[in-house]
């Protein structure tokens, strides 16, 4: 984050335009310039395989295509309620009392073209200079991007290996002050695939009622799960006053490309989001909310052949990595990422990632995009075709047969 914070501060300069002090603070997301390398490199005729984005490689189901198509002929092109439309608010209400028990007025729910501007809004709406955001690291580089924004200070909560990539209680408890005012919690998690317990979810809520903070409870990746029931920190008592939940159709239903996103509120906070989405985006694409209650309310088939899918291809990736010299992986337990310990190969992981790209022909993130605790790890999305993933892994082995420096066992 910090180098690409540079880069910022040089192309203002090089531009001759100055830009806001602001700008100095805020990050990005480097799957999206990998992605624009890789196909600079394609464009020169090279073959590169893309395990570097995290979008599913599936296309939205028919039915919610043909929802949106007849929306469209039915003339919902019109600007909406800032909120979302009340029968999609309804929808959601209604979705996450079936999905996840909980008991919401729909009232709550604001939609967002995308999840990502549920972290936006929550943060702008609630952190001051000098409040502090703890977040996870490895994480989503939003979450800290966006606490640095508007004058936060983020503090990471590292998540490690050795305990599944969740945090450790005790630590987490030490990184709380009189000024944390967010604890942002993402489960399943990206980058890891690592998945909070009950347990870990009741430490957040003891110290969110102790302390008086709000929890940011990105749950976008809730229904791409191997094992078990998605739990909500929302649902713990008392929790859903104090808790904000971001969700969305992006992954569950492969609607990457359609923008469409929730946030679940505390009630005094729906008005400031409202007023955010007015000064912003007015509201999200009235045809693309129709579509969205066909995927909440159709069938769920495609969901559940697409989890079946990545379960598949989960087991291929994490077997080939583990057998790559100077490589081990744990099994991630939910979403579509794999984030393999490269320590052993004798790379920093930005060296490594950008070795593969460029000598092998795999993009794929280094863990440090992710966050300082990332270093040592890089991910792989495995959003791509069993045959490609195949591949990949076969290139990794011949470059790391021949350049990783790894100890004889
Ligand atoms: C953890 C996490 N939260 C939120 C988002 C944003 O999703 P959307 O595309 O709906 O804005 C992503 C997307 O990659 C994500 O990985």
Request: a negative charge; charged letters at 25%.
């Amino acid at each position: 984050m910090r180098n690409e914070w540079k880069t910022f501060r040089v192309r203002s300069v090089v531009m001759g335009i100055r830009t806001a002090e602001r700008m100095n603070h805020i990050g990005q997301e480097t799957a999206f310039e990998v992605l624009v390398r890789a196909r600079a490199l394609e464009a020169r005729g090279r073959s590169v395989i893309h395990l570097e984005i995290g979008e599913p490689d599936f296309d939205t189901p028919g039915h919610i295509v043909a929802a949106a198509q007849q929306a469209l002929e039915e003339g919902a092109t019109h600007y909406g309620p800032s909120a979302g439309l009340p029968q999609l608010r309804q929808a959601v209400a209604t979705y996450l009392k079936r999905g996840r028990g909980l008991d919401i007025d729909p009232a709550r729910v604001v939609i967002t073209p995308g999840g990502k501007p549920i972290m936006f809004f929550a943060i702008l709406a609630l952190i001051n200079p000098g409040d502090e955001v703890i977040y996870p690291d490895p994480g989503f580089p939003i979450y800290e991007s966006m606490a640095r924004f508007v004058g936060g200070t983020p503090v990471p909560m590292p998540l490690r290996e050795e305990r599944h990539f969740r945090f450790d209680p005790d630590e987490f408890r030490g990184l709380v002050t009189d000024r944390t005012r967010l604890i942002i919690i993402n489960s399943p998690h990206n980058p890891t695939g690592g998945v909070l317990t009950r347990a870990d979810l009741e430490v957040i809520a003891e110290v969110a009622r102790e302390r008086d903070v709000v929890i940011l409870s990105d749950e976008i990746y809730s229904r791409l799960l191997y094992s078990g029931k998605h739990e909500s920190v929302a649902r713990l008592d008392g929790m859903l006053d104090r808790t904000i939940i971001l969700d969305g159709w992006s992954k569950t239903w492969a609607m990457t490309g359609w923008r469409l996103g929730f946030g679940v509120f505390p009630s005094e906070l729906v008005p400031h989001v409202e007023r955010l989405i007015s000064n912003s985006v007015s509201c999200t694409a009235s045809f693309a909310q129709e579509a969205a209650i066909a995927a909440l309310e159709g069938p769920q088939d495609a969901v559940d052949s697409m989890v079946s899918e990545f379960t598949a291809r989960r087991a291929a990736i994490i077997r080939g990595l583990n057998a790559l010299p100077g490589v081990r992986c744990l099994e991630p337990e939910g979403a579509f990422y794999a984030f393999p310990n490269i320590t052993g190969t004798g790379f920093s992981s930005r060296e490594l990632a950008d070795r593969l790209l460029e000598e092998a022909g795999v993009a794929c993130l280094s863990g440090t995009a992710f966050g300082q605790y990332g270093e040592g790890f890089l991910r792989f999305s495995y959003a791509n075709s069993l045959p490609n993933i195949e591949e990949a892994l076969e290139r990794m082995r011949a470059f790391l047969t021949a350049h990783a420096a790894v100890a004889p066992a």
